[in-house]
């Protein structure tokens, strides 16, 4: 197996569907974390100042250090190893944790229950840009915009991205204020400040960076998949009414840097072997430029990974109704391009990738309806409501509802693998102007 | 004196112009460190493998660790001090570089030539935001797309800003490789992969943020300035063919996130109190709302800064001619807006600002010919040629042109004092390519 995709990613024994853990919840049919999976994450004890390094095994965390395999616990060093290191690191994970380990007695010492314990964000992160691949989101959102254009000439050759807000990352299960920001619903009168109105989610996923590039060396095509670590969840929260008053000409900004919200674990491409599918553009479409293209990322680039959406207000939980699933999307399906494409196209120009960089993928909606990762979409710009099993309706968020994204990697003949929880819940917006000056 | 906007910034001993030190080249009448600037900055000697923060003085750099005036080598840490402990290291600082002081035997064994030392970007930098707050230079780029509407309806209302890349920040000094880039100079023919052909200058200033504000608890305008330790230069280079073909719909991106330049040396709000001025928005423009507007923020928000850009070409460097003035302007006059307005707008959606981060105000260009921050303004858009010198003409920048930018405050009756340099040089583009997949 390979992380590249210049080589046949094949398989090896830590994706073999028999294998079973001593760690009992790690064979439950529906966990996210069976032994097959083995994602990395950053946790920590009530009573501990320090956050380490742990992978899940089903409702367990397994920590690294004291069970000997590393001795330090900086995910931004980790993440940078070599493939091969990092897949060496995977089968030794992997050969402890099996039904008859001679290691099972020691590590079953260092296992901490995920019940007791608090996730951070995987890595420091220093840069986060934003894609836009999508496509079907893409040309919905424009529809609203441009119905006789709804993608821009440039959609089809360029992974359309920019550059995010690093500091507003939060882990799942931080909850956020609402935003108050500009906005201007009349556009005969002027633009007033007030807590937005058409808040919005958008069902994305990440991208973890692990190997840098030096600055002023392109990342080719041939090596990109060497860059990336593994991939999470990630909701791009978003303010509707600001964002479409402040984007001209330079793009979101206040509208989107509130808070951005990620999942804690980060499923190795490694694990996600078994799920690669062909990359293909369609025939009456552009083909990529070169240094966007090769047999390879043709053949195996793309990942078959199911995506669903789920929303829980204040009332349906107080009334202890399940949360509600408002979408179902697929990632391959949804994607226009690739992991190794954005690597490669946003070195391009020579711009610098470091260890615990992210990328979102922008909001993948499929073409369908039922499908669609945002509610700018589900309501038709808030023209259509949602109906609620509490009888309530949604056009955009109100105040305590809960957003979940959940993901999940399957294909029959292999064991399935989930990604955890992308969670918040929208608080009230802070009063409006406390200390007015 | 009070970094406050709601507090009137008067003057202390620190400012007095018959001030003098006993380092020499402090005194010198076109030094841009005289003892009334002061300004900070992480530096190190050729053996030395860790960065120490100085204060530059003349042609010397004070190190304020081995004076005793701090105990750490951290500026992240040092710009989040509260604003009256900034204000009493000030004073020491300037009490012990005075002719006369009991320090200076002592002290002048910890200083170090400039020309002997390394400099580094003065903070580690989480997050980097680049407004767009020069109008004339926004006007100007305006009217080249949209002759009949240059400003957007939200211009005069919002402070126009966007993410930008913090890992290509390079201090002064650094060179950097013309990126290359997806263009499409023929709308008739298909993009493709090439060297950028219209590589570009940006004049901004830089504005260091020093303590931070929690996510979800918007700064006021009346406390912002606290939020700014200092300023500094910033050159946004950009590859304006590959804007024009990546930008719509979230703005920039590639085009700017392969290098951008900053001066290493970061001049305080309190050395720049004697050249604030008031901020006043034309009577017949929309007016700003109340989270940007203030009695205090009008009456002495703005600051009054010399701006100038130069141009040397590898042949003039080599025909021993002297670097080329192309530009001219004053920030005061070019900003639609004041840094206090910037940090209220940037948090008024509760994103956070942490030390060491840092905004590029955008394009810092006058309304007359010759005052212009950008080859696309000066050559508009690379239709009329600059002449320089050496006989040569520019359009847009060639390989082995250095840019250099220069700030000076300047005011009758006081001291001038200068920001240090900030300027690199383009080298030529990687080869295309070179690992074709």
């Not at 590590?107 to 840009?129: I, N, S």
């Not at 954005?342 to 039922?370: E, I, K, M, R, Y």
Request: contains cysteine; proline residues 8%; glycine residues 8%.
């Amino acid at each position: 197996m390979s992380g590249s995709t210049d080589r046949s990613p094949a398989l090896d024994t830590t994706h073999d569907p028999a294998l079973r853990s001593w760690v009992a919840a790690g064979n439950d049919a529906d966990t996210d974390f069976p032994i097959q999976n083995l994602p990395f994450g950053r946790f920590r004890e009530a009573d501990d100042p320090d956050w380490r390094i742990g992978v899940a095994i089903g409702d367990q965390i397994l920590d690294l250090r004291r069970c000997g395999l590393i001795n330090h616990a900086d995910m931004n060093r980790l993440v940078r190893l070599q493939p091969d290191t990092r897949r060496a690191l995977r089968l030794a994970i992997s050969a402890g944790l099996r039904e008859g380990s001679a290691q099972a007695a020691r590590w079953a010492e260092t296992l901490v229950p995920m019940a007791r314990a608090e996730l951070a964000l995987p890595c420091e992160v220093g840069d986060y840009t934003d894609f836009y691949i999508g496509v079907h989101h893409a040309t919905a959102v424009g529809r609203l915009f441009r119905p006789d254009q709804p993608l821009l000439p440039n959609y089809h050759w360029v992974p359309i991205g920019y550059h995010g807000r690093a500091s507003t990352l939060r882990p799942s299960g931080t909850d956020f204020r609402r935003p108050l920001g500009q906005i201007r619903p009349d556009a005969d009168a002027p633009p007033r400040m007030a807590p937005s109105q058409r808040l919005d989610f958008e069902l994305e996923m990440a991208v973890w960076i692990g190997r840098p590039n030096a600055m002023g060396e392109p990342v080719t095509l041939a090596t990109a998949e060497d860059h990336v670590f593994g991939l999470g969840l990630l909701n791009d929260w978003s303010a509707r009414d600001v964002q479409a008053w402040e984007y001209q000409p330079l793009g979101p900004f206040l509208s989107k840097s509130f808070a951005t919200t990620v999942s804690p674990w980060i499923v190795t491409l490694d694990a996600l072997a078994p799920f690669r599918r062909g990359w293909q553009r369609d025939a009456d479409l552009p083909q990529p430029l070169p240094y966007l293209d090769s047999a390879a990322n043709r053949a195996h680039g793309a990942f078959d990974i199911d995506l669903e959406v789920t929303l829980q207000s204040a009332a349906m939980q107080a009334a202890g109704l399940a949360p509600q699933v408002i979408s179902q999307s697929n990632f391959a399906d949804a994607a226009h391009w690739t992991f190794a494409q954005l690597v490669a196209h946003h070195t391009v120009n020579g711009c610098s990738l470091s260890p615990g960089d992210l990328f979102g993928t922008g909001t993948l909606s499929g073409p369908q309806a039922g499908q669609q990762g945002s509610l700018l979409e589900l309501t038709r710009g808030g023209r259509e409501a949602l109906a609620l099993a509490s009888g309530e309706q949604r056009r955009f968020l109100e105040d305590g509802d809960r957003i979940a994204l959940r993901a999940r990697a399957q294909r029959a003949g292999h064991r399935s693998i989930g990604f955890g929880p992308c969670t918040a819940v929208v608080l009230p917006a802070p009063a409006l102007n406390p200390e007015r000056p």
